[in-house]
Structures are given as structure tokens and as C-alpha cells.
T-cell receptor, first 117, second 109 residues
Framework: GAGVSQTPSNKVTEKGKYVELRCDPISGHTALYWYRQSLGQGPEFLIYFQGTGAADDSGLPNDRFFAVRPEGSVSTLKIQRTERGDSAVYLC???????????????FGPGTRLTVL | AQRVTQPEKLLSVFKGAPVELKCNYSYSGSPELFWYVQYSRQRLQLLLRHISRESIKGFTADLNKGETSFHLKKPFAQEEDSAMYYCALTTSGTYKYIFGTGTRLKVLA
């Protein structure tokens, strides 16, 4: 079946602009994660959704970052007033349930490469 | 704060040689530990988790709470094992995964 998909695959924007990154999780997966991966680093946790609600948004770096998942499926990561330091690959992952279960394997999308000029 | 350390950025071994990718963590409670792998031009994917005590593609990893380590081992490396490997940690009751910086494994013919 289809895996996690992310659009766009690449996004180039100018400093100060607004961007939206989209994640389509695997159908039926209730848990959804966003990560940011900068060059030479591992994925850095941003936010976790269980259903429609953000159960943990402690990884969002500041109030320019916001994410939604209004119907418990597709999620959008929104970045306002982009800065050059926001340049990174943004990864989305989904899992069937929340942590604590053998069924909670995270399945990652291909990522969106964001470049802020 | 929880932390995952992978001290080697790059590890090169010859085909057929043993491999050990190091992972150390800092967390005072009971962690759940994972190894993720990313092959060239592929997505990040789970390789194994410590609670399953499984061997995947010949790889094993044992959680050593005394040394706070979760090293990944394989007795005989294959060229297809060449990839980026990430160690990750989460804790029971939370949803936050902490990843290490990764180790690139190159298996030479």
C-alpha cells in the first residue's frame, strides 16, 4: 500500500516568507510526527499528534512554527517569517498507535527539503 | 535531559569483517531504544528495537543499562549494509523520540 507522502519534495523560499509543508500519513495511522533534520544531524523532534490533537509540541523551536491536523489524517506544518536557519529537511512519520506498543513502528516519509534564501 | 550519542560519523570496514556501531544514551529511567537505517535514496526506516530482542538482517543490539549503551553489531558485514544508521531513544509514556547524529557505515569490497 501507499506509504507516507510529503509535498512538496523541495521548497525554495525567500527569507521572511510563509511556507506550508504537507504530510499524508498511512491510512488508519492515528499517530503523526514531524521532525526537522539539519545537515549532518539526526532527526530532531518537533511535534506529535494523536488523532487531531497535538499531544506534544515541545519540539517546536518558536512561535513561527505551527502544525495542524484538523481531521486526524493529513497534517500541515506552517512556518511564518522564514529565516535562513530554518533550511533543513522536514520529515513526517506516522504510526498505528502511540508509544508503548509493538505496533507503533514509525514509518517515515521522503521529507521536504526547505531552502530559505 | 535525554541525549543520544553516536561518537563515530563514519565507519569503514571490509566485507566479511565484524561491525559495531556505537550508541550511548543518557536517561535516568527506563528507555526504549531503537536503531533506524537509511539506505541511499531511501527513507528512514526502523531496523530494530531493544524490546523485541530480535536479529534483523544479521544485526543485533543489546541494551546495557550499566554502561548506558545500545551498540549495533553484525558479525560479518555485507556491502548492502552500507547506509546511514541512527540510534534513537524514547521513554515510556512520552512520544518524543531523541535521535543521535548518525553513523555512516561503508562496507568495502
Amino acid at each position: 500500500g501507499a506509504g507516507v507522502s510529503q509535498t512538496p519534495s523541495n521548497k525554495v523560499t525567500e527569507k521572511g516568507k510563509y511556507v506550508e509543508l504537507r504530510c499524508d500519513p498511512i491510512s488508519g495511522h492515528t499517530a503523526l510526527y514531524w521532525y526537522r533534520q539539519s545537515l549532518g544531524q539526526g532527526p530532531e523532534f518537533l511535534i506529535y499528534f494523536q488523532g487531531t490533537g497535538a499531544a506534544d509540541d515541545s519540539g517546536l523551536p518558536n512561535d513561527r512554527f505551527f502544525a495542524v491536523r484538523p481531521e486526524g489524517s493529513v497534517s500541515t506544518l506552517k512556518i511564518q517569517r522564514t529565516e535562513r536557519g530554518d533550511s533543513a529537511v522536514y520529515l513526517c512519520a506516522s504510526s498505528l498507535t502511540s508509544s508503548g506498543s509493538t505496533t507503533d513502528t514509525q514509518y517515515f516519509g521522503p521529507g521536504t527539503r526547505l531552502t530559505v534564501l | 535531559a535525554q541525549r543520544v550519542t553516536q561518537p563515530e560519523k563514519l565507519l569503514s570496514v571490509f566485507k566479511g569483517a565484524p561491525v559495531e556501531l556505537k550508541c550511548n544514551y543518557s536517561y535516568s529511567g527506563s528507555p526504549e531504544l531503537f536503531w533506524y537505517v537509511q539506505y541511499s535514496r531511501q527513507r528512514l526506516q526502523l531496523l530494530l528495537r531493544h524490546i523485541s530482542r530480535e536479529s534483523i538482517k544479521g544485526f543485533t543490539a543489546d541494551l546495557n543499562k550499566g554502561e548506558t549503551s545500545f551498540h549495533l553489531k553484525k558479525p560479518f558485514a555485507q556491502e548492502e549494509d552500507s547506509a546511514m544508521y541512527y540510534c534513537a531513544l524514547t521513554t515510556s509514556g512520552t512520544y518524543k523520540y531523541i535521535f543521535g547524529t548518525g553513523t555512516r557505515l561503508k562496507v568495502l569490497a
